[in-house]
């Protein structure tokens, strides 16, 4: 039996979901969720086995969920649910650690499957989620995509404020673990190979205030 939660800030949606797969003889749903906060104290409670995310939540998006529970619950994998298909919303789903990403107008038969591959520790990808992601890898990287992400930035920013790793990861609900791989992003993207560096050189580009100004 494959245990679920599912998370989605809109009510109606999760009682359509909860209804398709409550019929569903090898899928049961242990819980449901309208924020990625309310998902990360459910995911300990109740373990599931895949969480089925949207990604535009208040109090806390899908992304930074999903980082939050494959850090702290490496077993439990998470579904992406939604109806965004912008690079940028699938490749940041994708480094946060989704084991897959699938659209709103997925088929009720293929999103079965898709939680079956999921459980079974598979990558799923909707059709034009996978076109994209083909297309991204073969355009050639333009140096514009080397700037430090919006997550990476405010990784940097707690830097700047003088918190430890594992401050920072309490902070924005992520393993310490993943705060030393934004880092370590941060010193590749800004061509550094420390802390305070990082910080003076994102200063200098602008892409952090400079608290003598500020």
Do not use: C, W
């Not at 819980?31 to 990604?55: C, F, I, N, R, S």
């Not at 799923?124 to 989620?129: E, Q, T």
């Not at 990476?152 to 430890?164: D, K, M, P």
């Amino acid at each position: 039996m494959i245990r679920i939660l599912v998370v989605d800030d809109h009510p109606v949606v999760r009682s359509g979901l909860i209804g398709m797969l409550a019929v569903t003889e090898d899928i049961t749903v242990v819980g449901e969720a309208g924020d990625g906060t309310e998902a990360l104290a459910l995911v300990k409670a109740a373990e599931p086995d895949v969480v089925l995310m949207d990604l535009r939540m208040p109090r806390m998006d899908g992304v930074s969920a999903t980082e939050a529970i494959v850090s702290a619950h490496p077993s439990t994998r998470v579904l992406v649910l939604t109806t965004y298909d912008t690079d940028t919303d699938i490749l940041h789903a994708v480094e946060a650690g989704a084991a897959g990403y699938l659209l709103k107008d997925t088929p009720h038969a293929d999103l079965l499957d898709g939680i079956r591959a999921a459980a079974r520790g598979e990558t799923v990808l909707a059709p034009p989620v996978a076109a994209r992601l083909m297309s991204r890898l073969r355009t050639p990287t333009a140096p514009a995509t080397a700037q430090p992400s919006p997550r990476e930035l405010e990784v940097l920013a707690a830097v700047a404020r003088g918190l430890s790793n594992a401050e920072i990861g309490r902070e924005l609900f992520i393993g310490e673990a993943t705060v030393k791989t934004h880092l370590q992003r941060l010193f590749t993207k800004l061509d550094v190979d420390d802390r305070t560096r990082a910080v003076t050189v994102a200063i200098e580009q602008g892409l952090l205030p400079n608290p003598r100004t500020s």
